[in-house]
Structure formats: C-alpha cells, structure tokens
C-alpha cells in the first residue's frame, strides 16, 4: 500500500443539538462525499455532542469516507472552557463495531481512537483559533472562531 494524502473539503458551519458545528471533510474522491453518506453523519451527529456546560457551543467534525465501505464521524466538541471533548462514529467498518458495510449506518465507537493520519490536521488549527477567538481576546468571539477554518486542499504538505 502506498500512502497518498487526500483531499480536505471545508462546508460552511451548521447547527445541531443546539452547538454550532465546523465541518471538514476527508476523502480521496474528487466528487466529494457522497450525500446519502453526508445526510446520515449528520443525522447521527447529535448523539455525539455532550450536555452544555456554560461554555460556547462549539464543536468541530471531521467526517472521512475511506477507501473501502468505512465512514467515519469524529466530532470534538468544546468544553469545561478550553478541553475537547471527543466522540465518534462509523459505518460501513466491522472492525469498529459497525453491524454491516452500509456506509450511511452510522454506530457510536467505543474506541479511544481519535482519528488516523488524514483525520487529525484539523486539530491543530482549531486549538489555535479556539486560543485566536475565545481565550486571548477581552471580548470573546464565537462568530469569528466558526468563521476561522482550516483552507481546503490536502489532509497534509501543511508547514
């Protein structure tokens, strides 16, 4: 197997389970995700999300389509001020819990994982807009923190 990266596609922010969600998606296929498979992460997004606990609303997704039958929902959210709180999902993936290879039968992962190679850039630019829009500033802005992305193109050749 060669390693290739893939491509990083950046939706506009949407609402669930009261939180304010940035998007990212992962996939080798230049058509991008396929919508059935959209519809149904989303769908299932809301059993991810933790209770409020006074902190913004503000989560994070990375939603990959492998290469095989997987898809993959990791859903990092903020609380307790500045921690992430992590939970994912899958479909498609037997190794994962997942009943069947239907990509759009998302399942709640039990796995402390909390992403492969082409899952993680996202982070890394998302602690530091957290830091930019909501820790450092007097006034803290929940509007510019969901407007501050990672730019799409590649899941790597980022430095």
Partial sequence: MTFAEKLL???PPIEAGGRSVKRYH???DPD????AVEKAAYDFLPELLPDPDGTPPATFVVLHRGADDGAYLNAYSWVWDNVLHFAGAAAGQPVLGCPDL???????????WIGCVWELPPI????????RH???PDRPSLAAYLADSLTEGTTGDRS
Avoid: K
């Fill in 32 to 35: 991008g995700i396929d919508p």
């Fill in 9 to 11: 596609r950046v939706p």
């Fill in 26 to 28: 992962v996939t080798a």
């Fill in 124 to 131: 890394q630019h998302e602690r530091d807009a957290w830091v």
């Fill in 134 to 136: 909501m820790l450092a």
């Fill in 102 to 112: 239907d990509p759009t039968h998302f399942v709640r992962t039990v796995s402390p």
